[in-house]
């Protein structure tokens, strides 16, 4: 009988370590990079870590890679993270996960502001009109890439269509359409596993220097029931007690308490990146809560993919927006600030708590077969959740107005129409053109849609 998971050799009394300050400062520069989604910025990482400064081997860093696939979270901030830890333990995934986002917090509290005061301006607002539609070519292009790297065989096609049904036609909770991917892939590997797609057994090839973590030991910081329990009840009371503290001085039905409460559920089910929990988030940020208005969801998305850092990040623009006009007492700058910074705080402590909690394990998992099934699966599964928000944008975007059709155990939500919009499909057509014929970047294709936004509003178009 042969073991799920592959022993590894046990790590040596001490390792040559990098000096905690070129750490930093690599960090740093790393985190200035980080635009173009989490392809981009792995590949920043992938340059920087593997191939010049050769920190971490290439077989390291798939490892690595591949267990922050499996969280929920941001894959790329999970993955500086667990380099991180790798290089300088605890303090070293601190730093490493968040210089990682902390630009893009500061640029998008910046962008976020710039939108509530000016953004009904015809200039700004028209700047906005042309970045909405282009949101659309590059949530498609999401789809195509996920497809052809997920989609190898008829069983996880049908894994990613019956998740856009049940997400698109019957309201499926999220949460509920990644858990039952994750056991189907888990259940195909253990009774069909002809149904999965089978690993390459080819080893990877990793030229140059021997790196500063070796590929072939494991990490001196060895898990045990102590650790576990200490890390679980820091990461818990840094997680919780900002909440709790709003929670008893505006009330349990303040915006910060909703909002805290809300992001807190949502960061634990953001399997797949942000594309995939963005439609779960903007239902029940537009529909439930009504921080902010459908079209709106897309301009927050559009700012978050001009900034560094993760696309996760969107979530900061909601909160700014819900709080700022449901401030409560305070007021409306200072609960939008306070707002976006909670929201910030219980998005990502998560993913820092996952890694750190589960790294010393994970190094001891190489190989483990339940998990890459059960990724496999909901991998398969992001691909229709991932599709269902791009409906989900282009119904909000191209069209001003939309109508619900229930019955039959459907809940599904048309657009009319007699409503749309012209200059909207126009942007979103010139996008698609440059996205995929002229193969233009994604920063270059919302910058040109701004541009076209912007001309057509100065023009007189309506852009709304």
């Known amino acids: 009988m042969t073991s799920e998971t592959e022993p590894m050799p046990q790590a040596g009394p001490s390792a040559p370590v990098v000096p905690f300050r070129t750490a930093v400062r690599a960090w740093f520069a790393i985190s200035l990079q980080t635009f173009g989604g989490p392809a981009g910025q792995i590949a920043v990482m992938q340059r920087t870590l593997v191939d010049d400064k050769r920190w971490i081997g290439q077989r390291r860093f798939l490892h690595a890679m591949n267990y922050c696939m499996l969280l929920p979270g941001p894959e790329a901030q999970q993955l500086a993270t667990y380099v991180g830890w790798l290089l300088h333990g605890t303090r070293g995934g601190l730093v490493a996960g968040g210089l990682f986002v902390l630009p893009g917090v500061i640029a998008l509290l910046v962008l976020s502001a710039v939108y509530v005061a000016f953004g009904s301006t015809v200039a700004v607002s028209a700047l906005f009109a042309g970045l909405a539609p282009a949101v659309l070519a590059i949530v498609v292009q999401a789809v195509l890439r996920v497809a052809k790297r997920a989609l190898s065989n008829p069983a996880l096609l049908t894994i990613a269509v019956l998740s856009f049904l049940a997400l698109a036609l019957f309201a499926v909770p999220f949460p509920v359409v990644v858990l039952a991917a994750g056991l189907v892939g888990w259940a195909l590997a253990r009774w069909r596993p002809s149904a999965l797609p089978e690993r390459g ?264």
């Open 201 to 464: 057994a080819a080893e990877v090839v990793d030229a140059g220097p021997p790196p500063v973590v070796p590929d072939d030991v494991l990490h001196t910081e060895r898990p045990s029931s102590r650790r576990t329990l200490r890390m679980l009840l820091v990461g818990l009371l840094v997680w919780g007690v900002p909440v709790g503290a709003f929670a008893l001085l505006t009330g349990g039905d303040s915006v910060f308490t909703q909002q805290g409460l809300f992001f807190s559920g949502a960061a634990v089910v953001t399997f797949g990146g942000a594309y995939a929990v963005l439609a779960y988030v903007a239902q029940q940020a537009v529909q439930v809560y009504g921080w902010l208005a459908p079209g709106e969801m897309v301009r927050g998305l559009a700012l978050a993919e001009t900034t560094p850092g993760p696309l996760i990040m969107v979530v900061q623009f909601v909160a700014f927006l819900g709080a700022y006009r449901a401030p409560g007492e305070l007021d409306p700058w200072v609960a939008a600030v306070l707002a976006s910074l909670l929201v910030t705080w219980v998005t990502f402590v998560p993913s820092f708590l996952f890694v750190l909690l589960g790294a010393p394990y994970v190094e001891r998992l190489r190989g483990n077969r339940s998990l890459s099934a059960a990724l496999t699966g909901i991998t398969a599964a992001v691909v229709g959740v991932i599709a269902n928000l791009g409906v989900y944008f282009a119904v909000h975007t191209l069209f001003r107005e939309t109508h619900a059709v229930d019955g039959f155990g459907l809940a599904i939500e048309l657009p009319d129409l007699g409503t749309v919009r012209p200059v909207a499909v126009a942007i979103a057509v010139v996008a698609a053109v440059l996205i995929f014929r002229l193969k233009w970047s994604v920063l270059r294709t919302l910058g040109g849609c701004a541009l076209l936004g912007l001309v057509a509003g100065l023009s007189g178009l309506p852009v709304h």
